[in-house]
Nanobody
């Protein structure tokens, strides 16, 4: 139905930037929500950034002003631009979409982001 492939993770020093990408393939019809989550070791998965189908965005307080979610419909790809990274941003980052056509959500495989101090 829908497959999501993430890219862009890696190791960066504190204060640096990374851009994560999430590309949808298969039959990505009627995507009504695009989100980024993260999960740090020993912690629960948390919502980092979200975007609705009309472009409304929402961010976790911990990343407001530093992270930006965006979408390119022509490429079936959405992004998470992460600036001013902090060691506490270290986690596995997952993209997620919800399709109203299929009536369910889909997850990417996760990409590791490590921020060194």
């Amino acid at each position: 139905q829908v497959q999501l492939v993430e890219s862009g993770g890696g190791l960066v020093q504190a204060g640096g930037s990374l851009r994560l990408s999430c590309t949808a393939s298969g039959k990505p019809f009627s995507i009504v929500a695009r989100d980024w989550y993260r999960q740090a070791p020993g912690k629960e998965r948390e919502l980092v950034a979200a975007m609705t189908s009309v472009g409304t965005t929402n961010y976790a307080d911990s990343v407001k002003g530093r992270f930006t979610i965006s979408n390119d419909n022509a490429k079936d790809t959405f992004y998470l631009q992460m600036n001013s990274l902090k060691p506490e941003d270290t986690a596995i980052y997952y993209c997620h979409v919800y399709s109203s056509t299929w009536g369910r959500g889909y997850w990417g495989q996760g990409t590791q982001v490590t921020v060194s101090s």
